[in-house]
């Protein structure tokens, strides 16, 4: 039997901020679409089947439906055939009529919902309130709610939430793009663009010429694992000189604090970073040490993701000769991101030529450390 490392959803959500729901959200959507597309339905999704680990990656557990590790949550297993937990319950589980994956989607759109709203759409005063209201009632939009979520994210989950399995979602990849999709929207909010191990690289990467079967057949991850020049190009949206094909629109403000915030990505950086220049071990020292003395009145920094540190790229060098915007420090000229290449290799931003590279792990590259403006 496994052992898996780590809380439940329901232990962790005092630890969670909207970005990290939707980044777990997404992490489960996908690996519904992977048991799905084995016939498998898992029948019971709930905050305490969804294992989180350190890291914040998500893991579906409990797939014997007649076992429940919450008992405040007891399984319905022997009610006129009825499965499940039934406040995260999907009306056809309800009624017993028709359940397939579509129904494991209404249940992680309940979580959702409850989760970014703090209130369950359906939870009433007992279990037949409860199994009622289903099947019956439809929820208050969440962005009425919780006025940091914007109407994409809050349509999103309202589609997964419809009584009618047909009109949500077909599968979990088509949600999990749903909400990447609302992150690369210019228009709207960018949430955390954090990329999830085991979620599968988007379909504009994916060529159909069998020469490029790595990416095709999903057999890589950007950020674990030994990937060819060709790809990562691609996965960053980078030219053959490994810099952005496109930069991404700032619009900095100096808080006076030794921070910078964008108000386009909705991320708050260190203006200075790391004094010192480290190896990649040392790191979490470092974001450990700065939230433990509530750097700039915060304890929610944390290093990067790859994604986050090209949105600091710049199309042209600064007078101090870095393609970062003069805001910035110019001290930290290299520096770290959360994500790792290989098993000896993470990705960096050189920000000296503009470029994204890899270093490896006893490398001495600085730190900026970013978190997200509104939590």
């Known amino acids: 039997m496994e052992l898996i490392q780590g809380e439940t959803l329901k232990e962790k959500r005092n630890q969670l901020n909207i970005h990290k729901i939707l980044n777990i959200s997404i992490q489960v959507a996908d690996a519904l679409d992977y048991v799905h597309k084995k016939g498998i339905f898992h029948r019971d999704i709930k905050p305490s089947n969804i294992m989180i680990n350190k890291d914040f990656n998500a893991k579906l557990i409990d797939f014997s439906i007649a076992k429940s590790i919450d008992p405040s949550e007891t399984p319905l297993t022997a009610h006129k055939g009825i499965m499940g937990s039934y406040s995260y319950m999907s009306p056809e589980q309800i009624k017993n009529n028709g359940v397939d994956g579509r129904s494991d989607i209404f249940s ?11 209130t369950h759409p359906f939870k009433v005063k007992n279990s037949y309130e409860t ?5 019956e009632k439809i929820p208050d939009e969440p962005h009425l709610l919780n006025a940091s979520i914007n109407k994409g994210l809050s349509k999103i989950i309202m589609k997964t939430l419809h009584k009618r399995k047909d009109k949500r979602f077909r599968e979990g990849k088509e949600m999990a793009k749903a909400i990447i999709k609302i992150n ?18 988007p379909s504009k990467f994916i060529n159909n010429n069998k020469e490029h079967s790595e990416v095709e057949n999903n057999k890589i991850d950007p950020f674990k ?16 000189e490994r810099r952005p094909v496109s930069y991404t629109k700032s619009d900095y403000i100096d808080n006076n604090n030794d921070t910078i915030s964008d108000i386009l990505t909705g991320l708050m950086w260190q203006k200075s970073g790391s004094e010192i220049d480290m190896i990649y071990k040392n790191t979490q020292i470092y974001i450990d040490e700065i939230n433990s003395r509530y750097f700039a ?20 060098k600064s007078a101090d000769k870095l393609y970062i ?13 959360l994500n790792s290449r290989s098993s000896d290799f993470v990705w960096c931003i050189d920000f000296r030529t503009g470029c994204v590279d890899y270093s490896q792990l006893d490398a001495i590259n600085y730190v900026r450390a970013v978190r997200f403006i509104n939590p």
């Open 108 to 118: 992680l759109g309940i979580i959702l919902y409850e989760f970014v709203t703090g």
């Open 131 to 135: 199994m009622k209201a289903i099947v």
């Open 184 to 201: 690369e929207r210019k228009t709207e909010k960018i949430f955390n663009k954090i990329s999830i191990n085991n979620i599968s690289i």
């Open 225 to 240: 694992g030994n990937v060819s020049k060709e790809v990562y190009k691609q996965i960053f949206g980078l030219n053959n």
């Open 297 to 316: 009145g915060y304890n929610d920094w944390r290093l990067s993701t790859m994604e986050e540190l090209i949105t600091l790229l710049e199309p042209q």
């Open 325 to 337: 915007n003069p805001i910035f420090d110019k001290k930290q000229d290299w520096c770290w991101s």
